[in-house]
């Protein structure tokens, strides 16, 4: 239903290099993910190349798609810079790929978390975290623990990064606060 090479052909088309190893490495945790967690593997992997594909849009492509879906104009804030490629993505997915509302849902949340995360939403957050030639030194557990319990995976990541925000006097967003109390409950 979905042809991985028609995306991979895009998302090379509009990344830079660097960004489309990033992306296969991504489609590639995804996919063996999926494959271990009973997911559906086909999927996981398209999502994971997917999910950057808007990262290197310009101020005015950005634009462009609030315009033409008259979303709301603050994405464009200065503030909303790092995060309004998963929003644009999402987008664009569906209108060039016809993407599920499911597929796109996990490209709109890879870089934030939320407190409602479904699997695929999960599996796509944590394989852009450990799909990376480099891996940072605070991300090198985070596979292994990924096999053994996706959530547990998840709070980690949470935690600390929360650490790090709270160190420079910020914190978590509110959705993601929430899942990490949800998760620390269970
Ligand atoms: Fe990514």
């Known amino acids: 239903m979905y042809d ?41 992997e398209i999502v994971g190349m997917a999910h950057d ?5 310009s101020d005015e492509e950005n ?5 033409k879906y008259n979303l709301d104009k603050s994405l464009l804030d200065e503030s909303y810079r790092k995060m309004i490629h998963a929003d644009i993505g999402a987008i664009v997915c569906k209108e060039w790929f016809n993407f599920s509302d499911e597929m796109c849902n996990a490209i709109k949340y890879h870089t934030v978390a939320n407190e ?21 030194e605070d991300l090198k557990d985070l596979k292994s623990i990924a096999y053994q319990d996706l959530d547990k995976a998840m709070a980690l990541f949470l935690e600390r990064e929360q650490v790090m925000l709270q160190s420079k006097g910020r914190d978590l967003l509110p959705g993601a606060k929430k899942l990490l109390e949800r998760l620390g409950e269970e």
């Open 53 to 57: 594909i808007a990262k290197d849009f």
């Open 4 to 44: 991985i090479e028609v995306v991979k052909n895009k998302v090379k088309e509009l990344v830079n290099e660097k960004r489309y190893e990033h992306s296969l490495l991504t489609a590639k945790e995804a996919k063996e993910l999926a494959l271990h967690l009973g997911y559906d593997a086909n999927i996981a």
């Open 116 to 136: 409602e995360m479904s699997l695929l939403d999960v599996i796509i957050f944590i394989a852009d975290k450990i799909g990376r030639v480099d891996i940072p």
């Open 63 to 67: 634009e462009k798609w609030v315009n």
